[in-house]
T-cell receptor, first 113, second 114 residues
Framework: AQSVTQLGSHVSVSEGALVLLRCNYS??????LFWYVQYPNQGLQLLLK??????LVKGINGFEAEFKKSETSFHLTKPSAHMSDAAEYFC???????????FGTGTRLLVSP | NAGVTQTPKFQVLKTGQSMTLQCAQD?????MYWYRQDPGMGLRLIYY???????DKGEVPNGYNVSRLNKREFSLRLESAAPSQTSVYFC?????????????FGQGTRLTVV
């Protein structure tokens, strides 16, 4: 079954530092990949999605992710962290032939002043 | 814009009690989903409804039933609650499947079973 693995349940950065959240997928064919963000006590919000149109995907709030087939990765980055970026981030994949999302276990981003 | 509305926001049940979680969306979406979120496990799909009149099991359907009452509403029922069903439940909707269109999530229902 297709799945995603998020390395690191917590990532801590300083304000202004690079944000890198890792996601690797398991699939024999390039799947649809997504990053969602969850702010405290809220539902999830789509940050960006990869649907094979372009390998570098730009999302909201300055985030972007690069699809690398050779590494089966879809890491999320942001050049400069802001305090408001503190949240939990989920990588998700749509299994081939299904119209549903399979989520990773999530990475909590902590941003310190 | 209401989006996806879930009720209640919080609930405490005793083991063996039943309850229904309500979900409604006002975006005229075809597909609706129920997920549960547990620490360290991400979100897991319980049931989904690709369109009005259809429902399908997800990864963890045991102990739950669903009803797609109409295009707007998709309810989740726990017939006999168990402590293992303590979780945060999210309803989501999308226009035509999550690959082509964004999934919108409700704010969640925090359920505790004692």
């Amino acid at each position: 079954a297709q799945s995603v693995t998020q390395l690191g349940s917590h990532v801590s950065v300083s304000e202004g530092a690079l944000v890198l959240l890792r996601c690797n997928y398991s699939s024999s064919v390039p799947p649809y990949l997504f990053w969602y963000v969850q702010y405290p006590n809220q539902g999830l919000q789509l940050l960006l999605k990869y649907t094979s149109a372009a390998t570098l995907v730009k999302g909201i709030n300055g985030f972007e992710a690069e699809f690398k087939k050779s590494e089966t990765s879809f890491h999320l980055t942001k050049p400069s962290a802001h305090m408001s970026d503190a949240a939990e981030y989920f990588c998700a994949v749509t299994p081939t032939g299904f119209q549903k999302l399979v989520f990773g276990t999530g990475t909590r981003l902590l941003v310190s002043p | 814009n209401a989006g996806v509305t879930q009720t209640p926001k919080f609930q405490v049940l005793k083991t063996g009690q039943s309850m229904t979680l309500q979900c409604a969306q006002d975006m005229n979406h075809n597909s609706m989903y129920w997920y549960r979120q547990d620490p360290g496990m991400g979100l897991r799909l319980i049931y989904y409804s690709a369109s009005e009149g259809t429902t399908d099991k997800g990864e963890v359907p045991n102990g739950y039933n669903v009803s797609r009452l109409n295009k707007r509403e998709f309810s989740l029922r726990l017939e006999s609650a168990a402590p293992s069903q303590t979780s945060v439940y999210f309803c989501a909707s999308s226009e035509a499947g999550v690959t082509r269109t964004e999934a919108f999530f409700g704010q969640g229902t925090r359920l505790t079973v004692v």
